[in-house]
């Protein structure tokens, strides 16, 4: 089962450990499942278990001068890649960008991460190689 993250904020601490076990499960629950700031949260369910997500965001480009969906992250657990979950996370994506008239969905993936690649492929997306991502922390 997919569902919005927001639907079910009893299962906070299953959810926060899978998306991000280390020290930062006080702001992702504060981000994702208290704050109303454009943030979607999609998970997947099964038996129970939450195996897998993904986040993304309505964005404008001024660039394009329209609104395209930035995903942010598509995880899912080892053993179930491969399966047709996040093919069928990528539509329900997919139709939040159409319901929010929205003309594209953006991402990256870590250029070692082939699986991703391969997955992405599949999807008939395209891959920007004339961008180049950077990262500034002035502070």
């Not at 404008?60 to 001068?65: C, I, L, P, Q, V």
Request: hydrophobic share 40%.
């Amino acid at each position: 089962m997919i569902y919005t993250a927001h639907f079910n904020p009893a299962r906070v601490a299953q959810f926060t450990r899978l998306i991000h076990p280390q020290n930062k499960t006080v702001q992702l629950e504060h981000q994702i499942f208290e704050v109303n700031n454009g943030l979607e949260c999609l998970v997947v369910d099964i038996d129970n278990e939450l195996v897998g997500y993904t986040t993304f965001m309505k964005q404008y480009s001024t660039w394009d001068a329209s609104y395209y969906v930035y995903m942010d992250c598509l995880f899912l657990q080892q053993d179930f890649r491969g399966s047709g979950i996040g093919k069928l996370l990528m539509s329900e994506v997919r139709k939040y960008a159409e319901q929010n008239n929205c003309r594209q969905i953006q991402w990256q993936t870590p250029d070692i991460n082939m699986g991703a690649i391969k997955f992405y492929k599949r999807l008939k997306s395209i891959e920007w190689i004339h961008k180049v991502r950077f990262s500034w922390t002035p502070w």
